[in-house]
Nanobody, 128 residues
């Protein structure tokens, strides 16, 4: 399994921006889905964005489409640029990788099962 580490979380006012990074150690992304999940206390972890590293196809849930951008920055780094942040974006953000897929990356609720490697998470807090 890949060792993943997130960075870039913090506190920001509504309308602001943050950039999260996910770095893999001892592993390079090839034909993998790399996803960002968001979790708030008492709720299920939700996959909000994903990228297929063989070709760069991206996936977003509706609530972040047009505001967030997932990209692969290097062979072992994926980032999530978050713009126009809203208080509802507050939560713990996790990076996750699957074991290699045929090109479809799962996002949304009840999809955590599709990903086998997880980072420790980074907190994002958006104040109104």
């Amino acid at each position: 399994q890949a060792q993943l580490m997130e960075s870039g979380g913090g506190s920001v006012q509504a309308g602001g921006s943050l950039r999260l990074s996910c770095a893999a150690s001892g592993f390079t992304f090839s034909s993998n889905c790399i996803a960002w999940f968001r979790q708030v206390p008492g709720k299920e972890r939700e996959g909000i964005a994903a990228i297929y590293t063989n070709g760069g196809r991206t996936y977003y849930i509706d609530s972040v489409q047009g505001r967030f951008t997932i990209s692969q920055d290097s062979a072992n780094t994926v980032s999530l640029q978050m713009n126009t942040l809203e208080p509802e974006d507050t939560g713990m953000y996790y990076c996750a990788a699957d074991r290699g897929s045929g090109g479809y990356c799962y996002t949304g609720l009840r999809v955590a099962f599709a990903y086998s490697s997880w980072g420790q998470g980074t907190q994002v807090t958006v104040s109104s």
